[in-house]
């Protein structure tokens, strides 16, 4: 016998509701008041501009008066993984942090901040041409990573109406 049955799923809605939970996208979700409502930071780097492009395709571009800046701080650093008998590195590990605080620029009061860390790796065994396009593809989907942890701790804020 089952222990979840058809009366369990339909009841589960209606638990969710009476807890206070919202969805992200609904009406009053932190989804939909961030939609195009944050201007993030201007990148400065490569890494930077990798992040900034998803974070406002996932949070949208911010309009013409936005209501939240987000600011950002990344720091990556690389480790050598795995030594051949040559002594040659062959394998590295990025490790990226985000400090990043999101800012009421109507009141400048900060509404959420925090830090995020994650890391990538790439493979240094083929040319040095394949070996440059494993890191920044690395430093690419480190800086997704990092983006999506970012957007999830927004979304969990509770924001002003």
Known sequence: ???????TLLALPL????CGFTPVY?????????RGQVLVQEPSTQAGYLLTRHLEAR?????????????LAIATEEDGLAINSAGDTTRFNLIGEVVYALRDILTGTIVSSGTVENFTAYSATGTTVAT???????VERLMVILGD??????YAVDLPA
């Open 26 to 34: 609904g009406p009053d979700g932190a989804g939909t008041k961030l």
């Open 59 to 71: 949070l949208g571009r911010s309009g013409a008066e936005p209501r939240y800046a987000l600011d």
């Open 132 to 138: 440059l396009a494993a890191e920044r593809d690395a």
């Open 149 to 154: 942890q970012i957007t999830a701790r927004l």
């Open 15 to 18: 638990a969710l509701a009476a």
């Open 1 to 7: 016998m089952s222990l979840y049955n058809r009366r």
